[in-house]
């Protein structure tokens, strides 16, 4: 469902040229969740913006439900929801409003678009604020209007980028529950985060970059035989140190 083909961005610096991503490949099927890891400046975000069809890559590609993102990247950015830990949402609109304004941007028809917006606010906890100024909502009433937003369009692929960083045990319980909506939907999922505990709970297999190279990728239990760790903290501190 997305396929990252041996993915190459390097970057001019001051004295010369910095690889940022490097030759990365993987896939992720309908129902995955993928943890990608890596300590800071790994490569996460930009192997998301090449995702996202934000940055070109030098090399390798992108493909989401087979379509390339350079052949067709506006079909690609349909097929793609993004959440991120900042909320985006616009305060002098309504929840309703501001949902159906994204709608409208992708697309979706009038119709569909207020069944989704009814049926996924239910879902979420919010249908009771459908009509409320998205401006007058707490911070985790904003963020499940967020994870709404990302869904709107029913996109198959979903991008989580650090989702539950400077959220309360509610903030993040709801992440782990919409992440299990998304797993049971049959959505193929990336989630960025440097929360090694969460992404235990949350993700049925791993990719771990360290300085744009992608060193280990699998199941817990395929990192566990390949680097002889018992747990994803110590694997990871091993990758940072060797
Ligand atoms: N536009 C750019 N120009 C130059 N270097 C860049 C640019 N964008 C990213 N980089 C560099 O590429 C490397 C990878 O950055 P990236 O943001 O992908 O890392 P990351 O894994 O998301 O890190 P973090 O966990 O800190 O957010 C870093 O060394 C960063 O400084």
Partial sequence: MLLVHSLTKRFPIDDGVLTAVNDVTFEIGS????????????????????????????SGYTEVDGLR???????VKSRLGFVSASDGVYPWLTVREMLLYFADLYSVNVTEAASRCESLCDMMDIGDLLDRRAGDLSTGQRQRVTLVRGLIHDPPVMLLDEPTRGLDVVGVQTIFDYIDILRRGG??????????DEAERLCDRFGLLHRGRLKHCGTLSDLKEQTGRDSLVDIFVDLIRN
């Fill in 69 to 75: 993102t350079s052949a067709d990247p506006m079909a």
């Fill in 187 to 196: 959505k193929a999922v990336v989630v960025c985060t440097h929360r090694l």
């Fill in 31 to 58: 129902g995955e969740v993928f943890g990608l890891l890596g300590p800071n400046g790994a490569g996460k975000t930009t192997t998301m913006r090449i995702i996202l069809g934000l940055l070109q890559p030098d």
